[in-house]
T-cell receptor, first 117, second 121 residues
Framework: AQKVTQAQTEISVVEKEDVTLDCVYETRDTTYYLFWYKQPPSGELVFLIRRNSFDEQNEISGRYSWNFQKSTSSFNFTITASQVVDSAVYFCALSEAQIDAGNMLTFGGGTRLMVKP | EPEVTQTPSHQVTQMGQEVILRCVPISNHLYFYWYRQILGQKVEFLVSFYNNEISEKSEIFDDQFSVERPDGSNFTLKIRSTKLEDSAMYFC???????????????????FGDGTRLSIL
């Protein structure tokens, strides 16, 4: 069975601080995909990144960066120079990569990030 | 940019009534999904749909629930005999077809609609 754990339920930072959101996952599959989604106060789910289990390269996109470490089953998300608009709930998610599988996403419990001016 | 659209944005229904939540997935996507998020909790998978049939469903998706793709564009979730605990935000999502490499699927990102908030009174 798959499981995603986001141990930090809430984080509060002051604008311009860097912040890292932790994600730890469990799966018996050797091939899988990891995702991060953002849920702003308006409620929609916004896709941020997908990473497959073969690719452990870190990725940077503007102020966002992701650190995937297969050895520790972690896929952490860092926001540098945080802004008030980054305030949202962030979800880490996992899916298997089996042929004809439903590709269901298993979500973590989410981390609520509050960035104060 | 194409997006998944869901209607209505908010649905209020009396307990015991049937409700249909509607979704229009992105037009070239082949996989469709429903998820549920009870207020303040995590997003939970309900069902995935491909090639006009359910490909996977969770324990939550019991006989009370059904999905349908009645035409080439809509994807619906029907909840029969609604209960108070069905109150939640329901998200529809869609993704492109899978590509295969080394006999595994390359899972395309699922793109979510803005959700329908279902309130059961």
């Amino acid at each position: 069975a798959q499981k995603v754990t986001q141990a930090q339920t809430e984080i509060s930072v002051v604008e311009k601080e860097d912040v890292t959101l932790d994600c730890v996952y469990e799966t018996r599959d050797t091939t899988y995909y990891l995702f991060w989604y953002k849920q702003p106060p308006s409620g929609e789910l916004v896709f941020l990144i997908r990473r497959n289990s073969f690719d452990e390269q870190n990725e940077i996109s503007g102020r966002y960066s992701w650190n995937f470490q297969k050895s520790t089953s972690s896929f952490n998300f860092t926001i540098t120079a945080s802004q008030v608009v980054d305030s949202a709930v962030y979800f880490c998610a996992l899916s298997e990569a089996q042929i004809d599988a439903g590709n269901m996403l298993t979500f973590g419990g989410g981390t609520r990030l509050m960035v104060k001016p | 940019e194409p997006e998944v659209t869901q209607t209505p944005s908010h649905q209020v229904t009396q307990m015991g009534q049937e409700v249909i939540l509607r979704c229009v997935p992105i037009s070239n996507h082949l996989y469709f999904y429903w998820y549920r998020q009870i207020l303040g909790q995590k997003v939970e998978f309900l069902v995935s749909f491909y090639n006009n049939e359910i490909s996977e469903k969770s324990e939550i998706f019991d006989d009370q629930f059904s999905v349908e793709r009645p035409d080439g564009s809509n994807f619906t979730l029907k909840i029969r005999s609604t209960k108070l605990e069905d109150s939640a935000m329901y998200f529809c999502a869609s993704s492109e077809g899978q590509a295969y490499r080394f006999r595994t699927a390359r899972n395309q990102p699922q793109h979510f609609g803005d959700g329908t908030r279902l309130s059961i009174l």
